[in-house]
């Protein structure tokens, strides 16, 4: 039998680890998902969140082992996703008078889309529960990175439920931050951040006010709804969010995307990248055929300078660059100081490198340099692209 595992008196996790994940709507979880659901034992047991649907055996056998199923009052859903609340009907019909709570209307609406009319009750911002020792209070945080989205704060044990912001996509055998290597977890933190919560950056720095305002010595654990639980380096994700995920500002550093058919474009890839690398530019070159685009958008996440390339190929750009930019285009990311360069091969027409411009221009980024090369690049063209580079750093120095 799975097992619970306590965090805190009375507080358990008792969610599901889907160790094979390889997708989340076209992000690659490399290392596996955690659907995180939380049961508090106190006069009323409550259960926060719950799992997908077919990890429903996993979920009651945890809470199983700590209590019986049929005996939750509560269930708190802070987000209506399915990875989060697929479970729902099930943990109803186990226990049919327990009592669901659900931000008010959005995750109201939508569990009653989701799942029909269970008997929901609404809450809002300043809202509160008392479950018996412990006073639950709810703080709506739309847009975080759904309409519905909600976090729920014990302040008994100090915890927050903190659902989909500081999580992360990543399985792991034990649940807390100091039990993992915390360069990973923070790694995955913001590429989470990077391709889930990125659109709704300034809804995310709200949330993070949120919880400051709670005091200074009011949380000694962020449970969120995917990864491990921070308890030892809460300061550090609360920081990272404000001071790097949600800021906006951009680092000296440069990211080239690009797909290649024959050499050619990959070769002004290299001159590109080396044309940073003179100039004191970390840069991070990303071939499409090898780099899933959730890792680029990891890496875009504060650049500077975005290099996208590809050939013309059928009068257009490659169908891996044409995703990766519908797939970066999705996220929001408008321009705040970032350069692009377009670039790359062509045989007649260099017809992908004026559409790849367009395409970063249309989300406000200033592209002052476009490279197009005819057929193969001549070492002489190639040491011109990286002067190029050069003179574009010195520019924007």
């Not at 259960?47 to 997908?52: G, M, N, V």
């Not at 990248?273 to 004191?280: L, M, V």
Request: glycine residues 6%; aromatic residues 10%.
């Amino acid at each position: 039998m799975l097992t619970a595992i306590q965090i805190k008196p009375d507080v358990y996790w008792v969610g599901a680890l889907d160790w094979n994940a390889r997708s989340f709507h076209g992000y690659k979880t490399e290392d596996g998902i955690t659907y995180n659901a939380y049961l508090i034992l106190d006069e009323k047991v409550t259960l926060i969140d719950t799992a997908k649907i077919t990890f429903k055996d996993e979920l009651v056998s945890r809470i199983s082992t700590v209590i019986d199923p049929s005996k939750i009052d509560v269930l708190i859903c802070n987000h209506v996703e399915m990875d989060h609340s697929g479970s729902t009907p099930v943990i109803k019909q186990l226990s049919p008078n327990v009592e669901i709570y659900a931000s008010a209307p959005q995750g109201v609406k939508g569990l009653t889309a989701h799942y029909g009319d269970l008997g929901y009750h609404g809450v809002k911002t300043g809202d509160t529960l008392n479950i018996g020792k412990r006073t639950l209070a709810f703080v709506q945080t739309p847009m975080v990175h759904w309409p519905d989205n909600m976090v729920t704060y014990d302040a008994y044990d100090k915890i927050l439920f903190s659902n989909d912001a500081f999580g992360q996509h990543y399985a792991s055998s034990y649940r807390f931050d100091d039990e993992n290597d915390l360069s990973t977890v923070m790694n995955q933190a913001r590429k989470y951040y990077a391709n889930i919560v990125q659109p709704y950056r300034a809804q995310a720095a709200n949330a993070v006010k949120a919880v400051r305002g709670l005091g200074p010595d009011a949380i000694d654990m962020i449970a969120p709804a995917h990864g491990v639980i921070w308890r030892s380096h809460v300061e550090d994700i609360l920081k990272a969010y404000e001071e790097e995920y949600t800021s906006g500002k951009l680092q000296d550093t440069a990211v080239v995307a690009y797909d290649s058919m024959w050499g050619s474009t990959d070769k002004l890839a290299h001159a590109i990248a080396d044309g940073f690398i003179a100039s004191g530019i970390k840069v991070q070159l990303m071939d499409l055929k090898a780099n899933d685009n959730s890792d680029v958008m990891n890496a875009f996440l504060d650049a500077k300078y975005i290099c996208l390339g590809s050939p013309t190929f059928n009068s257009q750009m490659l169908p891996t660059m044409a995703g990766f930019i519908a797939y970066m285009k999705g996220l929001s990311p408008k321009n705040q100081g970032r350069t692009g360069v377009a670039f790359g091969s062509y045989g007649w027409a260099p017809l992908a490198q004026k559409q790849i411009a367009s395409e970063m221009e249309s989300v406000g980024f200033d592209v002052p340099l476009t490279i197009s090369a005819n057929w193969i690049p001549s070492e002489e063209y190639l040491a011109d692209v990286r002067t190029k580079i050069i003179d574009l750093v010195k520019e924007n120095a």
